[in-house]
T-cell receptor, first 116, second 115 residues
Framework: AQTVTQSQPEMSVQEAETVTLSCTYD???????LFWYKQPPSRQMILVIR??????QNATENRFSVNFQKAAKSFSLKISDSQLGDTAMYFC?????????????FGEGTQLTVNP | GAVVSQHPSRVICKSGTSVKIECRSL??????MFWYRQFPKQSLMLMAT?????????EQGVEKDKFLINHASLTLSTLTVTSAHPEDSSFYIC???????????FGQGTRLTVV
């Protein structure tokens, strides 16, 4: 079974600064996907960024980037130029890369607060 | 991105009654839908996975007779909480995926309060 661990229950950052959220996972699978989801106060889950395990290049989406260390099973999220709207719960998630029926396994979440 | 509509967003029901929550994929065919439960400040807990036209697969510890899931079409799945009790009060979220896409799209969630 897969496990996803987020060791930082809460973090805060000043507006315009950079913050990194940590995530580690455990799996014996060779083909899988990793995700970061954002859940703002509205509680709507929003995909932030996705990484395919077979890709060595780290994924980037505008101000969001990941540091994917496959051997270490680490998948951290870096948010640059933090904005007030980034305040949310962030979940790291794992999915086996087999079929559409593959489930997402979520970490415990990190509550990020961006301060003005 | 694709849109998943979940309805209602909030519902209050009396203990002992049943309540149905709908999850619709508006602009794509969802071959697989997932139902989650989320307690305050906690992660999403998968309750069940359903494929169109098949019986749902429930996670260990989830009562299939209490949480009835129907996925009768490629655009609609329903979760019915039967004989609801106050301990069933929670936030329920659905998500949907196609067979061609790794991304799961989420509904807005339903806050259920049983009084």
């Amino acid at each position: 079974a897969q496990t996803v661990t987020q060791s930082q229950p809460e973090m805060s950052v000043q507006e315009a600064e950079t913050v990194t959220l940590s995530c580690t996972y455990d799996t014996s699978e060779s083909n899988y996907y990793l995700f970061w989801y954002k859940q703002p106060p509205s509680r709507q889950m929003i995909l932030v960024i996705r990484q395919e395990a077979y890709k060595q290049q780290n994924a980037t989406e505008n101000r969001f980037s990941v540091n994917f260390q496959k051997a270490a099973k680490s998948f951290s999220l870096k948010i640059s130029d933090s904005q007030l709207g980034d305040t949310a719960m962030y979940f790291c998630a794992f999915m086996k890369g087999e079929t559409s029926g593959s489930r997402l396994t979520f970490g415990e979440g990190t509550q990020l607060t961006v301060n003005p | 991105g694709a849109v998943v509509s979940q309805h209602p967003s909030r519902v209050i029901c009396k203990s002992g009654t049943s309540v149905k929550i709908e999850c619709r994929s508006l602009d794509f065919q969802a071959t697989t839908m997932f139902w989650y439960r989320q307690f305050p400040k906690q992660s999403l807990m998968l309750m069940a996975t359903s494929n169109e036209g098949s019986k749902a697969t429930y996670e260990q510890g989830v009562e299939k007779d209490k949480f009835l899931i129907n996925h009768a079409s490629l655009t609609l799945s329903t979760l019915t909480v039967t004989s609801a009790h106050p301990e069933d009060s929670s936030f329920y979220i659905c998500s949907a995926r196609t067979s061609l896409n790794t991304e799961a799209f989420f509904g807005q969630g339903t806050r259920l309060t049983v009084v």
